[in-house]
C-alpha cells in the first residue's frame, strides 16, 4: 500500500502597508501638482501673449491713424499756379483757411481731462477751396474739421461738426469712439509740438522763434518783423498709453512725431 504525500505549501500574501499607501499618494499628488502648475502657468501665458497682441494691436492702429491724418492738415485746395496762401492772421480773409483761426491745429484738451490730451485740425477734403463746416453737395454731410481727444478710458475722433460754433473739445456731436473700452483702456494721451521754426522772407530758420498761440508776434524782437511773411514749419509729437482691461500690467506705451506737410505761411502781425 503506498500513499501519497501531498505537502501543501503555503504561499504568504502581503499587500501595501498603510504608510506605503500614504506615500504613494503623497508622490501622487506632488506630481498631479506639478502638472497643474505648468498647465495653469500656460493658460496664463497664453493670455498675456494675447492680450498684448490685442494691445499691441488696438494702440499701433490707433497711432497709425492719428500720425497719417494730421499729417494732412493745412491743404488747401486752393493753392494752385499763382493763389495767394499768405494768411492774415487777424482776419482769416484771405490765404490758406486751413492754417488760419480756428482752422488752424489746436492743442487743446476737453473739460476734465489732461491738459493737450486733444488735438484739432483741418484739411480741404472736397478740394473746393473753402473751408466748409458742412458740405451736403453729394447729400453726404462732409465736416473738414477733424480731431482727436481722450475721453474718459477711450479716444474719440471728430468726424463731422454741424457748424463752425461746434468747433472744440467739448462740442458734440461729431465725436466717435475708436477704442474697445470694453477690451483696452487708455490712461494718456497727449499732443505737443515741437521742433518747429519759422522762416522770414529770406527764409532764415529762427527755432522756436513761433509763439505758442499760433498767429501771434514772436517773443524775440527782430526776427520776424511786423508785416513780413513768415512760414511756420510744424512738428505734433503724439504720446499715448493703454492697458488691457482688468489687467493692469498689461501696459503698452506708444510715441510718435508727425511733421505736418502743409507750412503754415502767414503775415507776421
Known amino acids: 500500500m503506498s500513499v501519497n504525500w501531498h505537502k501543501k505549501k503555503k504561499v504568504k ?9 500614504m506615500i504613494a499618494m503623497m508622490l501622487g499628488l506632488i506630481v498631479i501638482g506639478g502638472a497643474l502648475s505648468i498647465y495653469i502657468s500656460t493658460i496664463k501665458s497664453s493670455s498675456d501673449v494675447v492680450n498684448s497682441a490685442r494691445l499691441n494691436y488696438d ?12 499729417r494732412r492738415a493745412g491743404y488747401w485746395g486752393g ?11 487777424n ?7 486751413f492754417s488760419c483761426g ?4 489746436i492743442i487743446s484738451n476737453k473739460t476734465g481731462e489732461a491738459v493737450n490730451s486733444c488735438v484739432l485740425y483741418t484739411y480741404d477734403a472736397d478740394d473746393s477751396g473753402a473751408l466748409t463746416p458742412l458740405d451736403v453737395t453729394d447729400d453726404v454731410n462732409l465736416s473738414e474739421y477733424y480731431g482727436f481727444r481722450i475721453n474718459g478710458d477711450g479716444i474719440d475722433v471728430r468726424s463731422s461738426v454741424p457748424s463752425t460754433a461746434n468747433v472744440d473739445c467739448d462740442s458734440s456731436p461729431g465725436w466717435e469712439k475708436i477704442v474697445d473700452t470694453g477690451q483696452v483702456q487708455i490712461s494718456t494721451l497727449s499732443f505737443t509740438i515741437a521742433n518747429y521754426k519759422c522762416l522770414n522772407a529770406a527764409e532764415e530758420p529762427y527755432l522756436n522763434s513761433c509763439a505758442a ?31 488691457v482691461i482688468n489687467d493692469a ?17 502767414f503775415t507776421q502781425p
Do not use: H, W, Y
Not at 102 to 105: E, K, L, P, S
Not at 224 to 240: F, H, K, M, P, Y
Open 13 to 21: 500574501q502581503e499587500g501595501f502597508t498603510l504608510i506605503e499607501l
Open 59 to 70: 494702440l499701433d492702429s490707433v497711432m497709425q491713424l492719428m500720425v497719417n491724418d494730421i
Open 79 to 89: 493753392a494752385i499756379v499763382n493763389s495767394n496762401a499768405v494768411s492774415n492772421p
Open 91 to 97: 482776419t482769416c480773409d484771405e490765404g490758406n483757411p
Open 102 to 105: 480756428i482752422g488752424d491745429i
Open 213 to 243: 498761440a499760433f498767429g501771434a508776434a514772436v517773443g524775440a524782437v527782430g526776427k520776424v518783423s511786423s508785416g513780413e511773411t513768415a512760414t511756420e514749419i510744424r512738428q505734433i509729437n503724439i504720446t499715448l498709453t493703454g492697458n
Open 249 to 265: 500690467p498689461v501696459l503698452k506705451t506708444l510715441q510718435n512725431s508727425v511733421k505736418v506737410r502743409n507750412n503754415r505761411i
